[in-house]
């Protein structure tokens, strides 16, 4: 699993199977506790989003070097852009919290939109996080550091007058 994009697998209703496959390769790489957790929530929120936005097709990747477990999480639709994610913590909904919180849990937390779809990608350290709270962000925190082709001051989006925002990246790296 270290260097390489070590493990794949398609992306379909079986959500537990998953969940066990992501939570045995984290447990290897030594995330524990609440980063396991998290890492497992965002996760499985990325995967939800392919099932219902994405077309229902994708996959799963995940790997690790020597500091960070990255998971990357693609559709085959290719609709989502970095404008599908919430400046702030959305309100008077039960729904609609998973991209925001991928934004405060990951240390990394990228979206590239390409011709062959949506690629979420959601980075952790490995072992303690530098803020030594035991998650890569407090989810009640405001998040600094978006970057883009062109950052908006306010929000960090991409300017609006760029002619196709949904081929930018999306970061947010802390």
Not at 47 to 75: M, P, Y
Request: hydrophobic residues 30%; aromatic residues 6%.
């Amino acid at each position: 699993m270290t260097g390489d994009h070590g493990q794949h697998w398609p992306i379909d209703e079986d959500l537990s199977a998953l969940r066990e496959r992501l939570q045995y390769h984290a447990g290897r790489a030594g995330m524990r506790g609440e980063r396991l957790d998290d890492l497992l929530l965002v996760t499985n929120e990325a995967v939800i989003n392919v099932l219902e936005h994405g077309g229902g097709k994708g996959t799963l990747a995940i790997w690790q070097d020597e500091t960070h477990l990255t998971i990357d999480v693609t559709d085959t639709l290719g609709l989502l852009t970095i404008w599908h994610v919430p400046g702030e913590r959305p309100t008077g909904t039960v729904r609609g919290f998973g991209l925001w919180l991928m934004n405060q849990l990951c240390d990394e937390f990228a979206i590239e939109r390409t011709e062959q779809g949506s690629r979420v990608r959601l980075r952790m350290r490995l072992g303690r996080p530098a803020d030594g709270n035991g998650s890569g962000g407090s989810a009640d925190s405001a998040r600094e550091g978006f970057t883009s082709g062109t950052p908006d001051p306010v929000r960090g989006a991409p300017d609006s007058t760029r002619d196709d925002p949904g081929q930018d990246e999306f970061q947010v790296s802390f």
